[in-house]
């Protein structure tokens, strides 16, 4: 196999989340020639890039249906030939943004105190987050932040665990205060500091975080990163 750097640097704005998993020593490489890359995280999480439909339906073929698994692909227009080869899934589009300056001011919030998420927190942000207890004990212990008035948690964000900056939350009496771009700041230097380029997930027709990302910095990749997952 070719490195797959080689193929995934032709545009790092739209492979950041593999870049990043190569960095990380989180996946493990099952396909990287000139036409495409595919790279496996944990057990169950497949992430691919190819121009090619024929690459593409070599690809769904080395992925064992004997677990679940997700996939993340980076070329939308190949949706079609994942369903012919694999089945139907559920599918998130997204726009990857990517952080490629330096550590960026922490703004702070009259008020608020900025400080990590401890377990004592889990019940709020599972039921604020909409997702289950296991999950987000996960990313608590891979180091959520959040956002404090006295004792109250008013905010919080974390990582997913693909490696994204996400998770982020401000409960609606507290918004419009600018503490959804300090818990994000917050984060972004959290990740710039182990030495990791930050990148994030906007779903299309989230313009109101797509508006965030932005100023901040985050440049977007022109194509769509795309979640599939299978239909119950």
């Not at 401000?170 to 205060?177: C, E, T």
Request: hydrophobic share 35%.
């Amino acid at each position: 196999m070719k490195d797959p750097k080689i193929y995934l640097m032709n545009d790092p704005l739209l492979h950041a989340d593999m870049l990043d998993c190569l960095d990380a020593g989180k996946g493990e490489v099952l396909y990287s020639e000139e036409d495409g890359v595919m790279i496996r995280s944990g057990e169950d999480l497949y992430r691919i890039s190819t121009e090619s439909e024929e690459t593409l339906r070599k690809l769904c073929r080395m992925i064992k249906n004997d677990r679940d698994y997700d996939i993340v692909t980076h070329q939308f227009r190949l949706i079609s030939a994942i369903y012919e080869e694999k089945g139907l899934f559920d599918i998130l589009p997204c726009r990857q943004g990517v952080y490629r300056g330096e550590r960026l001011p922490e703004p702070k919030i009259n008020g608020i105190e900025f400080r990590p998420l401890t377990l004592d927190q889990l019940a709020f942000v599972t039921e604020n987050y909409d997702s289950d207890e296991r999950y987000i004990k996960s990313r608590i212990e891979d180091g959520m932040l959040g956002a404090f008035d006295g004792e109250k948690c008013v905010g919080f964000i974390g990582r997913h665990g693909d490696g994204s900056v996400g998770l982020l939350k401000v409960l609606p009496a507290y918004r419009r205060r600018g503490i959804g771009e300090a818990l994000e700041t917050r984060m972004v230097n959290r990740v710039l500091d182990e030495g990791r380029v930050p990148y994030d997930h906007v779903v299309i027709g989230n313009d109101a975080s797509m508006s965030l990302q932005k100023k901040l910095g985050m440049e977007f990749a022109k194509n769509m990163v795309v979640w599939l997952w299978k239909k119950d």
